[in-house]
């Protein structure tokens, strides 16, 4: 067997493993433990699986260096508090998403104070690099197992003072569940789950018997177990909670707040099960020595990103994430197009929207005529676009650009395995929906906004008797949508970034009004009570209930357009947003103010910006509104690649069907068989 590299820095393990034989000062104990890790991790020409393997199969021929690996962890165990490793490390402290973010950033500034007598520190400093728990999982279960089985030989059987730290650690742990099983964000989904009895709280009782019991001097194995057995019971009982509260946020939504505590009450009963399995081996089966191996992974995984706010957003972050892109979903369904009545009905419901956006940018103009101080003229902007996108919406109108991150987690959904069987043939016939669903909207826009623009400004001159642009506004009005002469392939890039933050607000709102009652809590104002009959106290209920998600989300459209050329003058940056269906109207009213005075190149190339600008709006928001809900769903990305095959299949063999709608809707068997 090699273990030596000479190209490796530090000793190798045949180095440490003949020192730690031959070692007789216990002051020495944690620099080999800190050598024996890094001998562990992968080199050049060898991986930490090999290694281990190596490892292993020394200790099981040497007896002498098997008796003195185990007094060497028997000794760290005795002289460092092996408390903090349970109820600290990988488990979120007390307070809210926001203080553990603010505590983060604080201690990756300036770390805290460290215990050096705690077995974390040992710990940390053996896995100092921040990658340690990648080999650290590369390595099988299987081989650490064997490993803990063997430096587990002397813990019991010496006085090391871990079985009196860890009832003491069950204890601490014990009541801080029952803490969170008082919390609002879980003691309230507890009552619309009908639980007759708060699983939270007599998982206390259950934990407090065992501990008397393991404390006892006259213990017995038998009393023991049926002990740990009804705690375990009853801990099940907690995660079956955790769990419906996670399964019913569809129904009753979710916040940040309560995503944080039930993650941080997993992470405590997920630790707690591992004490119980330590202290009452009989009480679970073997197959649970796995998770303990699961949990040591997890240490090292949290030593090594105990301060990364992106983990602790992505930890947090999912559960909120996924509820925020089912609302989105569920609007984006009704967006998506099957039948040919449905199809026509969305190009008029376009075609209104264009003629709307065509006042919305006529008005635009004219408050451009009347300079006041910057900030007043761009929140004027800004209240125009936020009020002609809520009479879109009321209107029941269809915005082709904001339709994108909508259908884009309706699609994602189809790949999500907790809604049902995955067929990606289906996902397939469901992308060729929503690309001739998107066409229709943008021709619905466009082919209504251009020519209702340019009659609009062929009014002003017959009623004005002079063009609504002159001078440099038509420079921008043309020159800004060109290609060549402008970013607007840029700014159009940076819409589809609006377009999908307006959808993430809308699903956050929509989820924040069922999370919060917002229905109930109308229904039973006092004043609205006094003022409005019950039916129309219903109605009115029922609209802001179904309705605050899009008028919000449009607002915020309205004002991300608004400032965006405020926020790049004031930065001194190329910051800008161009919509597709406003550069249109405002294409048209330059084309009408100079009497359509345009060379051909300025036709061809403006025409071919505007085809960019809708290009790169759509691209972007579906793209990021596309991966946010696959993330969210954990989907693999692996399967897209299927997916692109199967799509250019259908693409080859019915490409009608990617514009218009084909009379019945395409089976799987017809486009693939």
């Known amino acids: 067997m090699v273990f030596y590299n000479k190209k490796d820095k530090g000793k190798n393990l045949f180095q440490i493993m003949e020192m730690i034989k031959t070692n007789a000062d216990k002051n020495l104990y944690n620099m080999l433990f800190v050598e024996l890790i890094a001998a562990l991790r992968p080199k050049k020409n060898i991986s930490s699986e090999i290694l281990m393997q190596q490892l292993l199969e020394q200790l099981a021929h040497d007896k002498q260096l098997e008796e003195q690996f185990q007094k060497m962890f028997a000794e760290l165990f005795r002289t460092h508090d092996s408390q903090s490793i349970f109820t600290s490390i990988g488990i979120f402290e007390s307070g809210t998403f926001f203080s553990e973010l603010f505590r983060q950033i604080r201690h990756s500034i300036l770390p805290p104070v460290v215990d050096k007598r705690s077995l974390s520190h040992l710990l940390e400093r053996a896995f100092s690099k921040k990658k340690d728990y990648i080999w650290v999982r590369s390595i099988p279960d299987n081989l ?330 038509v420079n921008h009005a043309i020159n800004d949508q060109n290609p060549v002469t402008s970013l607007a392939l840029y700014y159009g890039a940076l819409t589809g970034v609006c377009l999908f933050i307006s959808g993430i607000i809308s699903g956050y709102m929509d989820n ?61 940056i190329p910051f800008d947003t161009r919509h597709v269906t406003i550069s249109t109207a405002y294409y048209g009213f330059g084309v009408e103010s100079i009497n359509n005075a345009l060379s051909r190149n300025q036709w061809i190339l403006t025409t071919l910006g505007i085809i960019g600008i809708g290009f790169f709006n759509f691209l972007v928001s579906f793209g990021l509104a596309f991966y946010v809900a696959m993330r969210s769903r954990n989907v693999p990305f692996s399967s897209l690649s299927t997916v692109a095959r199967l799509v250019w299949k259908y693409v080859r063999k019915y490409p009608v069907d990617f514009i218009y709608p084909p009379r019945e809707d395409r089976k799987e068997e017809e486009v693939f068989g």
């Open 144 to 473: 650490w197992i064997e490993f803990f089985k063997i430096a587990a030989g002397s813990l019991i059987k010496e006085d090391t003072g871990l079985v009196h730290s860890l009832t003491n650690t069950l204890t601490e742990l014990s009541f801080r569940v029952s803490y969170l099983g008082l919390e609002s964000e879980i003691s309230n989904p507890l009552k619309l789950l009908k639980q007759d009895i708060n699983p939270f709280l007599e998982q206390n009782k259950k934990v407090q018997t065992l501990v008397h019991l393991l404390q006892s001097k006259n213990q017995q194995t038998a009393f023991v177990q049926s002990s740990a057995e009804d705690a375990i019971k009853i801990l099940n009982e907690c995660e079956k909670v955790i769990a419906n509260i996670r399964a019913g946020t569809d129904k009753n939504g979710t916040s940040l707040g309560q995503s944080y505590i039930l993650l941080r009450c997993s992470q405590l009963l997920k630790r707690i099960f591992i004490i119980i399995r330590f202290l009452a081996p009989e009480a679970l089966p073997q197959h649970a020595l796995i998770n303990s191996v699961s949990f040591f992974k997890t240490v090292v995984e949290s030593l090594n990103k105990q301060n990364s706010i992106a983990d602790l957003y992505k930890k947090n972050s999912g559960m909120l994430a996924y509820q925020i892109t089912e609302h989105k979903s569920a609007s984006g369904e009704h967006l998506i197009t099957t039948s040919r009545a449905e199809y026509k009905a969305l190009f008029f419901s376009a075609a209104g929207c264009g003629v709307i956006i065509s006042f919305a940018a006529f008005i635009k103009v004219l408050l451009q005529k009347n300079h006041i101080a910057d900030f007043w003229q761009y929140f004027l902007y800004s209240l125009n676009y936020a009020i002609a996108f809520i009479i879109i919406y009321l209107a029941g109108a269809t915005l082709a650009t904001k339709q994108p991150a909508m259908t884009a987690a309706a699609l994602a959904g189809s790949l999500d395995g907790r809604k049902g069987g995955v067929s990606l043939k289906g996902f397939a016939i469901s992308f060729a929906k929503v690309w001739r669903t998107q066409f229709v909207c943008f021709a619905g826009n466009l082919i209504v906004v251009f020519p209702m623009s340019y009659l609009i400004s062929f009014a002003w001159r017959s009623i004005m008797d002079m063009p609504l642009m002159v001078g440099e506004e």
């Open 512 to 572: 924040k009004a069922i999370y919060t009652h917002l229905k109930e809590r109308l229904k039973q104002h006092d004043g609205l009570r006094r003022t409005f009959s019950a039916a129309n106290l219903d109605k009115i209920a029922n609209f802001f209930v179904h309705s605050l998600g899009g008028v919000v989300g449009y607002i915020a459209l309205g004002f991300m357009l608004g400032y965006s050329t405020l926020i790049g003058k004031f930065f001194g």
